[in-house]
């Protein structure tokens, strides 16, 4: 699998993508919703990684993620063990968290559907959320995703969604 070099910040959030590869579908059932959403959950746990919101598509999702603090409070200091070949930001959380949902889901769907390779098109896509009405734009356009896609009439109809209030509410005021 391609590996796309990224920088992530502790305490910044991220709009994170995917879809399946031909953009094919990666949830057929409710079964397989929820196996995503436990596997979401588990490594939300093992990660530390800050879930704000994500929404769950037939052949895609959304999630907005904010990397936690950084176990030294911040950036390693300059020469603090570097090697030209380290990448220093290696042990920060999003991408771990994106590698082992994305194993995990694809283990289960192709031992599922009888099949092997890949079931992503991408190892993920980020982009960095970096202003407070960015944000706010950010969880309207995931949440009101299932709508733009004529998968539901009304969403709140759409079960697959997830906003954490809470987490929005404290940075915007």
């Known amino acids: ?47 530390g990684v800050i879930i704000v919101s994500y929404c769950l598509l037939p052949n895609h999702y959304h999630f907005i993620l904010r990397e936690p603090p950084h176990p030294m409070g911040g950036l390693p200091p300059i020469g ?8 220093p930001f290696s042990n920060f959380k999003i991408p771990k968290f994106m590698g082992l949902l994305a194993n995990s889901y694809t283990k289960y769907f192709n031992n599922k559907k009888g099949r092997s390779g890949r079931l ?31 998968l539901v009439n009304n969403q709140k109809d759409w079960k ?6 809470k987490k929005i509410t404290n940075v915007l005021h």
Request: charged share 25%; with cysteine.
């Open 80 to 87: 603090w063990g570097y090697k030209t070949n380290v990448n």
């Open 160 to 165: 697959y969604t997830f906003v954490d209030d």
């Open 1 to 47: 699998m391609l590996k796309i070099s990224r920088n992530f910040y502790p305490e910044v959030f991220y709009h994170i993508y995917n879809r399946g590869v031909d953009k094919r579908k990666i949830f057929y059932c409710r079964r397989d919703y929820l196996f995503f959403i436990n596997r979401i959950n588990f490594y939300r746990r093992v990660t």
């Open 120 to 150: 992503f098109e991408f190892v993920f896509k980020s982009r960095e959320i970096n202003k407070e009405n960015q944000l706010s734009n950010v969880v309207n356009y995931i949440i009101f995703n299932p709508l733009k896609h004529g």
